[in-house]
């Protein structure tokens, strides 16, 4: 099945620092690839997602980049804030195309 | 306010006790999702419902099962949950397959 590596697993950033985190895969017939942002205890919701007819996506404080032909995509947050802290995470649908795959997840603490 | 529901929010059941969990969405989309999540790890898919046509994770254990009765509706029952079941169970739907997932709060099971 399709392998999605998410990095790093655990990232700490100073309030104001910007934060980025990178999703690789190996071989997808995606062409939609979002991100989900869930804080403990609670359901995922996408924050931001992309299409692969672009390269980048912003909205406000966050941007999504990607690159298929080195086959990864990165969740940029700028200007973070104590409310962004949560576990962050991308998927994209699986080699078939039929179903979405998601990354590991990445812990995102954003400290006063 | 169209939204996702699932109940119950908290279930608790016995070793080998059958148990049903619910979701229902009033966005008239077409697609619904299982997941499994466990703690600290990524949602992982169990099924869909595209419409009607329902499709099954290679990895799926047979002792999971899912109806889908109506458009609005959709049910999880794991006919003789074990110990390595406890999760939280998230419904999502989205318009079409390659489209927005919307989750709903989730049911967490706890099996004794």
């Known amino acids: 099945g399709e392998n999605v590596e998410q990095h790093p697993s655990t990232l700490s950033v100073q309030e104001g620092d910007s934060a980025v985190i990178k999703c690789t895969y190996s071989?997808?017939?995606?062409?939609?690839f979002p991100w989900y942002k869930q804080e403990l205890g609670k359901r995922p919701q996408l924050i931001i997602d992309?299409?692969?007819?672009?390269g980048e996506k912003k909205d406000q404080r966050i941007a999504v980049t990607l690159n298929k032909t080195a086959k990864h995509f990165s969740l940029h947050i700028t200007e973070t804030q104590p409310e962004d802290s949560a576990v962050y995470f991308c998927?994209?649908?699986?080699?078939?195309?039929?179903?979405?795959?998601f990354g590991p997840g990445t812990r995102l603490s954003v400290l006063p | 306010d169209a939204m996702v529901i699932q109940n119950p929010r908290y279930q608790v059941t016995q070793f080998g006790k059958p148990v049903t969990l619910s979701c229902s969405q009033t966005?008239?989309?077409?697609?619904m999702y299982w997941y499994q999540q466990k703690s600290s790890q990524a949602p992982k898919l169990l099924f869909h419902?595209?419409?009607?046509?329902?499709?099954n994770e290679a990895d799926t254990p047979d002792n999971f099962q899912s109806r889908r009765p109506n458009t609005s509706f959709c049910f999880l029952d794991i006919r003789s949950p074990g110990l390595g079941d406890a999760a939280m169970y998230l419904c999502?739907?989205?318009?079409?397959?390659?489209?927005?997932?919307?989750f709903g709060p989730g049911t967490r099971l706890t099996v004794l």
């Open positions: 999502a739907t989205s318009a079409a397959r390659y489209n927005e997932q919307f």
């Open positions: 992309i299409r692969s007819n672009v």
């Open positions: 998927a994209l649908l699986d080699n078939y195309g039929q179903n979405f795959v």
């Open positions: 071989d997808s017939a995606s062409n939609y």
């Open positions: 966005l008239n989309h077409n697609v």
């Open positions: 419902y595209y419409d009607k046509d329902f499709n």
